[in-house]
């Protein structure tokens, strides 16, 4: 008997999106068009009708009408696009958010140029990680490539230098473009901390007053200790980001309401 084929890359796209529980998704437009860029890249094509049939979908999936809840993060949707078509929703409750972390490290995976950074059918290996960080007993694997952190099994390092810049992983290293860690740069820089994109190396992570783990299910979460080391010393960064996205989330702008 012949094994069942392994999934490629190309063969879905998705995007994971933070949910009040009820009918409106967080920051949907901002979602929608990075999973269509993913989509161009993975060549999928993009349906001109997509709200329709996240709609429809929803109705199908989800069932929750719309109605006015009160737009607070609860738990998340996963989004996904196949190459057929097919338009799938599931959601799940946060596992853990906005909290003080333990991280490990695991080899990068890498695909082709055009496949990386994107969310894409073949995803075992983010899932691989994620398991493995839990058997290790800690809360998150950290994904490295060339001595440099480049990504996280679902969230992205924001690690903060010891002049109190942040620094993200630039977008060549082949780490996923985050929404959170891409919401909140423009806020960081308002509230005087300045964001560069670079590679975020052993030594700009050794020094760091902080590294935090931004995502759309994690929130914004301090990473205390990579390999058992502790890293940082510092607070002020995590809960000042904890703190914006709290600002963010209160406001109607950012919620879609899908049910409606």
């Not at 190459?83 to 695991?106: C, D, K, Q, W, Y």
Request: glycine share 10%; net charge negative.
């Amino acid at each position: 008997m012949k094994k069942d084929s392994p999934v490629g890359p190309r063969s879905a796209v998705f995007t994971t999106v933070v949910w009040d529980g009820g009918s409106h998704l967080a920051d949907l437009k901002a979602h929608l068009d990075r999973m269509e860029i993913h989509a161009q890249r993975l060549r999928i094509a993009w349906p001109e009708n997509m709200m329709s049939k996240i709609n429809r979908a929803w109705e199908k999936s989800i069932g929750t009408r719309g109605t006015e809840t009160p737009r607070t993060p609860t738990g998340l949707i996963r989004l996904e696009l196949t190459r057929a078509g097919e338009i799938s929703l599931e959601g799940r409750p946060f596992m853990l958010r906005n909290e003080g972390i333990e991280a490990v490290t695991v080899p990068a995976p890498r695909w082709s140029p055009k496949i990386n950074g994107t969310k894409h059918g073949d995803w075992g290996p983010y899932a691989d990680a994620m398991q493995h960080a839990d058997a290790k007993g800690a809360d998150l694997a950290l994904m490295v490539h060339d001595y440099a952190l480049v990504d996280g099994d679902r969230a992205t390092p924001l690690v903060v230098d010891e002049d109190g810049t942040a620094w993200l992983a630039a977008p060549a290293e082949g780490g996923v473009m985050g929404i959170t860690a891409e919401l909140l740069a423009p806020l960081l820089e308002q509230a005087g901390v300045p964001v560069h994109r670079g590679r975020l190396n052993e030594r700009l992570v050794a020094r760091a007053l902080e590294v935090i783990a931004l995502g759309s299910g994690i929130g914004a979460s301090r990473i205390e200790s990579i390999d058992g080391e502790p890293v940082g010393s510092n607070h002020e960064f995590s809960e000042k980001c904890q703190t914006l996205l709290t600002q963010h989330y209160e406001t109607t702008n950012a919620w879609t309401d899908v049910g409606a």
